[in-house]
DNA sequence: CGTACTTTTGAATCGCATCAAATCTGGTGG
DNA sequence: CCACCAGATTTGATGCGATTCAAAAGTACG
């Protein structure tokens, strides 16, 4: 279930997932592959991480539950690293689940910081990376401080989509979670905004699709 | 107003930021110093950023405007980096404003990156401290995710206080405004919660502190 | 002492959460 | 192929809690 890939399997990760190119040989030589099912948790809080994980297809999440017993999405990769500040933390801070049926590669941490100190143009990407995702959770933050299911779905349009287009990959349920809603109130929002003008939607294949509608200001 | 600094100032500096000390001797000899009046604006949205910014006194914060026009706070900091994701940017993404007067080292972008590529030390220290912000912020997320005002304030006393002791370190104003809520909100909240015994509060000093009390699962 | 801002309380309203239930969907196994 | 099941989608009714608007009292600062 974990085997190390050869070149061409190698190869073939690289063409799909890009990020993937500025990646030393040294750590590619000690990844594994994995694969799991939906549902299930391969980590919990308070495991010591012992890899950095990426993903290649499907989708891993990290999440919490709050005490009233809701779960809380804090991040969600169908394709590039998941958990990215485990490499500094002795323990998960959440769980780490998979949405579908996923695979993915395992970096053993160690390498992972050898690789880092090593190779200058590897740790220059993986940098990137951690500004793009604080910028990423930065607009999340904000999207969480509109009041208003209406604003936030608009917000995320605007931040996730390019062009006021969004191809939803996920169900609208999740999604509700993401905005920190109920499904209902999401479904209800959804409904409301298409009647009145602010938005259109359609389904292409099983993807929903979102087209924001300019309003003036 | 924007001297560069003389040994001794720096000493005065590092003490009193222990995080400066990982800086290599080619970005103190860069660095120049600015000292701005409460309510100033240093940067707009769309400024081409210049400068790493480093809050050594008052405090600093990331804002942006909701389309409503209530101010949303993104990033506080009143000692070390604000707005690290600039160093990937080309513009800013959010206003950058002094909530106080406040006292701020500016290192210039360019020596900033070649320091990075230069001194691994300092490398690893600011990936370290990108990993920090990426967890603070999903603490924030998982925060904004919660309904109802009690229990947003007592994840940030976890998340944020010590031992279930927390010294605010703004208004109650300026929190409610972090914690996504109106003050009216807030203060009403605090005020039942200390009436139903959640929660303990004293003034010591000007600070308000904040104790949980607390409560069977 | 006056001004600006924070803190506090009040009343009315609105939107979302909650609980409930029906319909629709895709996938499984008989 | 069809029956069945789990999950997603959708609609309805109700209540609570936060927003909003308003205003008073307290506090810091020049």
Known sequence: MTPHLSEEEW???VRAHPELAAMPQSLRDAATEQQTKAGERLYAIGDRPQFMLFVTAGELRLTRRAQNGAEVIL???ASGFVAEASLET???HCDIVAAQ???LLRFPIGCFREALREDAAFQAAWMSRLAQEVRKLRAQC???SLHGAAERIEHYIEAEGQGGRLELRQSRKSWAA???L???ALY???ATMVRTGRLRTEMQGDRFVLFACPRKH
């Open 11 to 13: 190869n073939e990760r």
């Open 75 to 77: 991040q969600r990769s």
């Open 90 to 92: 002795s323990r998960y």
């Open 101 to 103: 049926s996923t695979r």
């Open 142 to 144: 904000e999207r969480l």
């Open 178 to 180: 993401e905005l920190g």
């Open 182 to 184: 109920t499904h209902e």
């Open 188 to 190: 209800r929002a959804l």
